[in-house]
């Protein structure tokens, strides 16, 4: 039957998100059987196995029964409280048989401690719940696989760098779906970091003036490779001192000395790779390192880049 409209049909895996949860897991032709507990017949369908996983998961975290029993619809709340406390009575029953069976034959032996393996199982428990069992039919065969969806929300992004214009970013998840293979395969190898993506230029700012295109990766900065923002100020510091000829106060005019020319390498979403030479500004353009921490946006100026 079909769910909300949509008709029954089997839904083949057509392309995979570069760097994503199914990576390697999930091969680009596999027919989707489950997911989870339920099988597959329309995008409905992942939608209701993705909700259940959230589910098994909160109750994981929360120290709940991963496994729910299920109630049957004919059954009323209390044909269900009468089966709870006869439920109860009998364990009951059956621990003080066994302590007193325990009494008789051991008097002295302790109860072993099982704190640790407690937590060991609650821990595994944990982990097992955060992987999710797909069933494909690739090859003419069944194959079970499993996979750890990411949770990506709508405020993933922690920090943000202004440096001579350019708007500096992790990058994000979204922008990979657009990368050619060439592309993908740099990115790739700067894991676990994602790279550093030019999200904007500043109109009239020293980028600006070298023609930098926006939505290009940053890969290297005066020949040092930089995978994240905390290497670009390391980078960019270390070339704007590395000149003694090169300006440290920031000025623009008068002293006879001239800025400092700083090389850049990037790459497009198509894995074709640009040179540019720029000079920072400090005065119009200083650089400034925005962080977010608990849901507030601060800024700070790092004057020494």
Known sequence: SSRLGQIPRALRVHRLRPLGASEGVLHSGDILLKVGNTFITCSMDIEYALDAWLERLKRCSDGEERSSTKRPFAETEAQAKGKAKAKAKAKARGKAKARSKSKAHAPNKRPA???????????????????????????????????????LGSDEEQRILLWAGLVLRDAPSCLLDRCSGAATAVLAKMRPARGVLIQHVLGGSPADTREIPRLTFLLEVNGAPVKDLGE??????????STPSAKTDGSCGGSGRQRQFIRLRLMDTHGGEHVRALQPDLVFFPTFDLT??????ECHRRDHC
């Open 292 to 297: 977010r921490e608990s849901g507030r946006w």
């Open 113 to 151: 401690a099982s704190t640790g393996g407690e937590q060991a199982g609650e821990a595994s428990n944990a982990e097992e719940a955060g992987r999710l069992s797909i069933t494909v039919f690739r090859n003419g065969a069944e194959h079970e696989v499993h996979v750890t969806p990411n949770i």
């Open 232 to 241: 670009v100020l390391e980078a960019v510091s270390a070339a704007t001192h």
